[in-house]
């Protein structure tokens, strides 16, 4: 099922199956280095990738414009585009943005979108649902991937609404951040839905109960270990897939539980030497010191320095 480090991929899906939300390199004035995410993509490509998502929360996509944003997926497609599933993050609390934003990703040659729920505004689900439909059809017939993270978004998708969205054409999948379990395993059985999971805390639980992929952070460091779970899974090896999962806890902690996950999967790139620089836009900066120390000594316990 490995080849190299890389998943064969094992069930129908236009999206791949190990997906790092991939930080957007910067030079240290805040600028986009792009040569420096054409790098980053080839590198993930060569460590157990077969998607990857560009301008999502992780890329800093509330910091960038429009047009930087359509220059990331131009510089990725071209860096990776014949090698893995280029998807593209189109979503915001503007449905006539978010509809341009899908068009122009989709010309700029992104085979699939992530759609986030619209956040801060709070819309009604039925709101919601129209919203999905608008931008995926502005996608022309592009899968589309709906992005559950109420933590984010103040509001979370109901089952009902999911169930709806199901039959919207060109909607494929849901990116779980939601992280009720039950609830996704109640979807997978009554949508023909992909499901990802959306939360590197709990990949392997949504794994074992079906879900196709993950949309991560820390793949950043562990795509390969990633692809090495979801093929042990594929086969029914659990014991070698809980074997994988708890030697990344200490990674996995370091990213998403020092700080925030985007700066510290930027910290993590520079630190294995994938870009040559951490630099993040306000909001978000580096941390102190010790942050990267912990980060240092996380990614050295799960054999990933």
């Known amino acids: 099922m490995l080849t190299g480090g890389n998943l064969t991929t094992m069930v129908d899906t ?7 939300a991939m930080v957007t390199p910067m030079h240290a004035d805040g600028s986009i280095d792009y040569d420096g995410l054409q790098r980053l993509a080839v590198h993930l490509a060569d460590h157990g990738h077969d998607g990857l998502l560009v301008n999502g929360t992780t890329g800093e996509s509330a910091t960038t414009t429009d047009e930087e944003d359509y220059a ?30 899908a068009r122009e990703m989709v010309a700029c040659g992104a085979d699939a979108l992530l759609v986030v729920t619209p956040y801060y505004n709070k819309p009604p689900q039925d709101c919601i649902l129209e919203h999905f439909r608008l931008v995926a059809e502005a996608g022309g017939g592009a899968p589309v991937m709906l992005y559950d993270i109420p933590g984010r978004t103040g509001t979370a998708l109901s089952t009902d609404t999911i169930r709806r969205a199901a039959d919207i054409p060109a909607v494929r999948a849901v990116k779980d951040a939601k992280g009720d379990l039950f609830e996704a395993s109640r979807l997978m059985t009554q949508t023909d839905l992909l499901w990802y999971s959306g939360d590197d805390v709990i990949n ?24 090495e779970m979801i093929a042990a899974v594929d086969r029914g090896d659990l014991s070698r897939a809980r ?10 902690d370091a990213i998403m539980h020092v700080s925030q ?45």
């Open 14 to 20: 236009p999206f791949g199956r190990v997906i790092t």
């Open 261 to 305: 996950g985007a700066i510290q999967a930027k910290a993590a790139m520079k630190m294995l030497g994938v870009i040559s620089s951490d630099a993040l836009r306000m909001p978000y900066r580096q941390g102190p010191p010790e942050h990267q120390q912990r980060l240092r000594a996380g990614l050295e316990e799960s054999g990933l320095l």
């Open 243 to 252: 074997e994988i999962h708890r030697r990344l806890i200490p990674a996995i």
């Open 72 to 101: 990331c997926v131009r510089a990725v497609v071209e860096a990776v585009g014949d090698r893995v599933q280029v998807m593209a993050g189109c979503g915001t609390n503007d449905t006539e943005h978010s509809t341009r934003a």
């Open 204 to 227: 392997l639980p949504h794994l074992a109960q079906g879900a196709t992929g993950i949309v991560s952070v820390v793949g950043h460091v562990a795509g390969a270990r990633y692809a």
